[in-house]
């Protein structure tokens, strides 16, 4: 079992940027690949972003390269999502979830949070 928590979330206006942290407790952090997914209300969750173990290799989704970056740390069983130029179309809850490959459907990752919101302003 993994127990993940979400936090950062919060209100900004578009341009603006936010930085969300995930933190891990339970089985072996390292074991994972992590994953940030987002749904926005009344929308199926989406897949934003993924890590490696190592952290040596990240995917992205369409919508959100080159202004998102995710990164972990091993250490502090921690996975981040800097997020920068946000736009009004960012605004979801965002969930972390672990799982065995680095994938960006969903049914791919065994353990998720319970979501931290992202409002972003027009």
């Known amino acids: 079992q993994v127990q993940l928590v979400e936090s950062g979330g919060g209100l900004v206006q578009a341009g603006g940027s936010l930085s969300l942290s995930c933190a891990a407790s339970g089985r072996t952090f390292s074991w994972y690949v992590m994953g940030w997914f987002r749904q926005a209300p009344g929308k199926e969750r989406e897949f934003a972003a993924a890590i490696n173990r190592f952290g040596s290799s990240t995917v992205y989704a369409d919508s959100v390269k080159g202004r998102f970056t995710i990164s972990r740390d091993n250490a502090k069983n921690t996975v981040y999502l800097q997020m920068n130029s946000l736009k009004p179309e960012d605004t979801a809850v965002y969930y972390c979830?672990?799982?065995?490959?680095?994938?960006?459907?969903?049914?791919?990752?065994?353990?998720w949070g319970q979501g931290t919101q992202v409002t972003v302003s027009s």
């Open positions: 979830a672990a799982g065995q490959y680095i994938a960006t459907s969903r049914n791919r990752y065994d353990y």
